[in-house]
């Protein structure tokens, strides 16, 4: 599929728009593997999550790029309109399974995006609450959106950096603890490194919340 647009989120973070496959759709919170169109790397697969909502035109990819090392990403970033990615079929466990608390770090929020880009368009945002934590306030990805449609219910918490005017903790279990007060009545959604997301889930499991209601990927 030929990229259409290229737009940049964050200080490493691009937003890569692509043709679509006539009939292909997802469900929102699902991603595909995704690899560039050249000889060097057709083979090199990598997962990124679809952002965008079914009913758009194109394919919609927010990623972040990691130019340390010479890797799949450090390459997407250096794509152009017009270049190609390859996709496979959709494919992931998280999905919109009803009311809720959204808990993302850093680019863990991008399969978060889609649904709740979709609850807005259907009016039915309402009820859900987001935690996103990020190292710095230039790490976030998409704050205006996510403030402008969740609200007070958009939490932002960075933890690198103080007086920074945004919540500066750690997602904890003090921090659950002050911030949920009913762990067994809504459904979590954890996405971020697997070290939080193990940690995060067994820590509202602890507090509660039913095991079957704790959605992430798998």
């Known amino acids: 599929m030929k990229i259409l647009s290229i737009s940049q989120v964050t200080h490493d973070v691009r937003c890569i728009r692509l043709e679509k496959p006539e009939g292909y759709r997802f469900v929102p919170g699902q991603a595909t593997d995704v690899a560039i169109n050249n000889s060097k790397w057709i083979g090199e697969k990598r997962p990124f999550t679809?952002?965008?909502?079914?009913?758009?035109?194109?394919?919609?990819?927010?990623?972040?790029?990691?130019?340390?090392?010479?890797?799949?990403?450090?390459?997407?970033?250096?794509?152009?309109?017009?270049?190609?990615?390859?996709?496979?079929?959709?494919?992931?466990?998280?999905?919109?399974?009803?009311?809720?608390?959204?808990?993302?770090?850093?680019?863990?929020?991008?399969?978060?995006?889609?649904?709740?880009?979709?609850?807005?368009?259907?009016?039915?945002?309402?009820?859900?609450?987001?935690?996103?934590?990020?190292?710095?306030?230039?790490?976030?990805?998409?704050?205006?959106?996510?403030?402008?449609?969740?609200?007070?219910d958009a939490v932002f918490i960075v933890t690198n950096e103080k007086d920074s005017g945004y919540v500066s903790d750690f997602i904890d279990d003090a921090f659950l603890a002050a911030h949920v007060d009913d762990f067994g009545k809504r459904q979590f959604y954890i996405c971020g490194p697997d070290s939080m997301v193990e940690d995060i889930s067994a820590m509202v499991i602890k507090r509660g919340a039913n095991p079957h209601a704790v959605v992430f990927e798998k």
Do not use: C
Not at 67 to 74: I, N, P, R, W
Not at 91 to 103: E, L, R, V
């Open 50 to 152: 679809f952002t965008g909502l079914n009913d758009d035109p194109y394919l919609e990819f927010t990623i972040k790029s990691y130019a340390d090392h010479d890797g799949v990403t450090k390459q997407l970033a250096a794509l152009e309109i017009g270049d190609e990615l390859v996709i496979d079929d959709p494919w992931g466990a998280i999905s919109y399974q009803g009311m809720g608390y959204f808990i993302a770090g850093g680019a863990g929020i991008t399969p978060f995006m889609a649904i709740l880009r979709q609850l807005h368009k259907d009016g039915q945002l309402a009820g859900n609450r987001l935690f996103f934590s990020n190292k710095t306030s230039r790490d976030i990805i998409y704050e205006e959106e996510l403030k402008s449609i969740l609200g007070n």
